[in-house]
């Protein structure tokens, strides 16, 4: 009947849209994963001698008293990095969420 062949359909669609967003989703955790092993290596060229007033005092350039996204941003830059500033943001977002 019509009304079978609509939900056979219906149902196939609902599938291939959860398995599309479950391959999207398995995407995102890869592309996490890299990104966390290029911060454990990069992590890792810091010198040990480096303080974190010493680091907090460059990348507040302005004197705020607080890091915003458009200060990494802009030292990001100054070392060369084409990041774009929306991607600094959602790694601020995703340090506040984990505090």
């Known amino acids: 009947s019509p009304v079978a062949v609509r939900a056979d359909l219906s149902a196939a669609g ?12 398995l995407a995102l955790l890869q592309r996490q994963g890299e990104l966390d ?4 290596g ?3 060229t ?4 480096v303080s974190v007033e010493w680091l907090f005092k ?3 350039r302005s004197k ?10 802009n030292f990001v830059r100054d070392l060369g ?6 991607s600094i943001t959602a790694l601020v977002c995703e340090l506040q969420l984990r505090l």
Not at 14 to 25: G, P
Not at 46 to 49: E, M
Not at 64 to 72: A, I, R
Request: aromatic share 4%; hydrophobic share 25%; net charge neutral.
């Open 14 to 25: 609902t599938e291939e849209r959860q398995q599309r967003s479950t391959r999207s989703v």
């Open 37 to 40: 092993v290029r911060v454990e």
């Open 42 to 44: 990069a992590k890792g």
């Open 46 to 49: 810091l010198a040990s001698s």
């Open 58 to 60: 460059e990348l507040d």
């Open 64 to 73: 705020k008293g607080y890091v915003t996204d458009t200060d990494l941003w």
């Open 81 to 86: 990095s084409s990041t774009p500033l929306r």
